[in-house]
Nanobody, 119 residues
Framework: VQLQASGGGLVQAGGSLRLSCTASGNTFRENALSWYRQPTGKRRELIARIKDDGATEYARSMRVRFTIYRENGQNTVYLQMSDLRPEDTGVYLC??????????????WGGGTLVTVSS
């Protein structure tokens, strides 16, 4: 499975961005797709996760301004971000973990897309 993230860029504080992550390869399986971010010099942190059935979970601090959703037919997960702040700056990465089957728990990471929020 390969994950390709896109949609990052430079945006002013208060602006919005939508990130996309498309999976290719063996996508015919149950999985959970997630977005993480890693600000420069800081630890990677989970933003949100979505399962095949659409069930979502969010990091508490991300729930208001970030929305995760997926289009299963296109093997794509999105992250809609609004009211962006300079502290949202970082590399945003998509993550895939298989649920069930003999490869249960197998993880895949995308290459990341850089989001820069100017003040």
């Amino acid at each position: 499975v390969q994950l390709q993230a896109s949609g990052g860029g430079l945006v002013q504080a208060g602006g919005s961005l939508r990130l996309s992550c498309t999976a290719s390869g063996n996508t015919f399986r149950e999985n959970a797709l997630s977005w993480y971010r890693q600000p420069t010099g800081k630890r990677r942190e989970l933003i949100a996760r979505i399962k095949d059935d659409g069930a979502t979970e969010y990091a508490r601090s991300m729930r208001v301004r970030f929305t995760i959703y997926r289009e299963n037919g296109q093997n794509t997960v999105y992250l809609q971000m609004s009211d962006l702040r300079p502290e949202d700056t970082g590399v945003y990465l998509c993550h895939d973990v298989q649920l069930g089957g003999k490869d249960d728990g197998t993880e895949y990471w995308g290459g990341g897309t850089l989001v820069t929020v100017s003040s």
